[in-house]
C-alpha cells in the first residue's frame, strides 16, 4: 500500500494507539499528497500528477531526518481536472466536491490532535483550491495550521536542465514531466509516443498569458491537439533523476520548516 513512501512513515499503517500516544502531536507534519487523474498526452499515464507527489515525497522522507515526526496520508488521486475532460480517461472532482473533501479529512486529523497539515498538490489546475480550503479550515481550527504548497514551488534545478520556453510553455506532459516519470515509473513512460507541440493561439504582445500575473481562462482542447504542451521528445531519464533529487532537498527543508514554524502572535 505505502508504494514510494517509506513504511515507517505511512499513516495508515499506524494504529489507533500509536496516534493516541504519539508525542508532541501538535507539531508533527501531516501531508496529504494530492494529485489528479487526467490525461497527459499519448506517451503519459493519466496519473502522473499523483505519482509525482508520492515518488516527490517518498525520496524526501528517505533523506528526513528521523527526528522530525512526518507521515504521510493516503494520496488523494482524483482532483479538478475539468480543463482535460474533452480527453478520454480523465476523471474529474467538482471544486466544491474536492473543497468539501479536504476539509473533512483536516476536521478528522484535528479531532485526533493533529494541529499541522501540509497539502502537496502537483497539478496546476488546482491551487487556488487548496488555498481556499488552507485558509477556511485555519479560520474554523485558530490553532491549525494548515499549508497550501504546490509540489514544484520549492527549491529545485529545472532552470539548469530545461529551456526557459520550455519552463514557460511545456507546462504539461512535456520535457518536465516526462523525464520525471522516467525516474519515477520508466515502465509506464511509452517513450516512442512522445510528441512536440506548443500551446498554440496564444496572444502576442499582450500582457495576457496561461498562467502569471494576468492569465485568462482556458481549456486543453483550444490550446493542443494531443493534449501535450512541450516538447516530451526532449526527456530523458538522467534529467528526471536530477530533476527528482533536487526537489526532494526542497521538500526536506519545507517539511523541516512546518515542524519548526509557530504561529505569528500580536505582541
Excluded at 87 to 97: E, K
Aim: overall charge negative; charged content about 20%; hydrophobic content about 40%.
Amino acid at each position: 500500500m505505502h508504494g514510494f513512501i517509506p513504511p515507517h512513515r505511512y499513516f495508515p499503517y499506524l494504529t489507533w494507539t500509536d496516534i493516541d500516544s504519539m508525542l508532541d502531536k501538535e507539531n508533527v507534519v501531516i501531508i496529504q499528497p494530492i494529485g489528479a487523474i487526467e490525461q497527459h498526452g499519448p506517451h503519459l499515464p493519466i496519473a502522473v500528477d499523483a505519482a509525482i507527489s508520492l515518488g516527490v515525497l517518498g525520496k524526501a522522507f528517505e533523506k528526513l531526518n528521523t527526528n522530525v515526526p512526518a507521515f504521510a496520508l493516503p494520496c488523494l488521486y482524483y482532483g479538478k481536472s475539468n480543463e482535460h475532460w474533452s480527453f478520454p480517461g480523465t476523471i474529474t472532482l467538482s471544486g466544491a466536491t474536492l473543497l468539501t473533501l479536504i476539509q473533512e479529512i483536516a476536521e478528522s486529523l484535528y479531532r485526533s490532535g493533529f494541529r499541522k497539515l501540509v497539502l502537496m498538490n502537483s497539478h496546476g489546475g488546482q491551487p487556488q483550491v487548496m488555498e481556499i480550503a488552507a485558509r477556511d479550515i485555519h479560520q474554523q481550527y485558530p490553532d491549525f495550521l494548515v499549508f497550501p504548497f504546490f509540489t514544484w514551488r520549492v527549491p529545485h534545478n529545472a532552470a539548469e536542465l530545461f529551456s526557459e520556453y520550455e519552463l514557460e510553455y511545456g507546462i504539461h506532459a512535456g520535457d518536465v514531466e516526462t523525464s520525471i516519470m522516467l525516474s519515477l515509473l520508466p515502465e509506464q513512460v511509452k517513450i516512442e509516443r512522445a510528441v512536440r507541440e506548443y500551446p498554440q493561439g496564444l496572444p502576442e504582445n499582450s500582457l495576457l498569458t496561461m498562467e502569471g500575473k494576468l492569465p485568462f481562462a482556458w481549456l486543453t482542447k483550444e490550446l493542443t491537439k494531443s493534449g501535450v504542451m512541450g516538447d516530451a521528445t526532449n526527456a530523458s531519464k538522467e534529467k528526471g533523476d536530477r530533476l527528482l533529487e533536487s526537489v526532494a532537498n526542497g521538500w526536506v527543508q519545507a517539511i523541516i520548516d512546518v515542524y519548526r514554524f509557530r504561529q505569528p502572535k500580536l505582541s
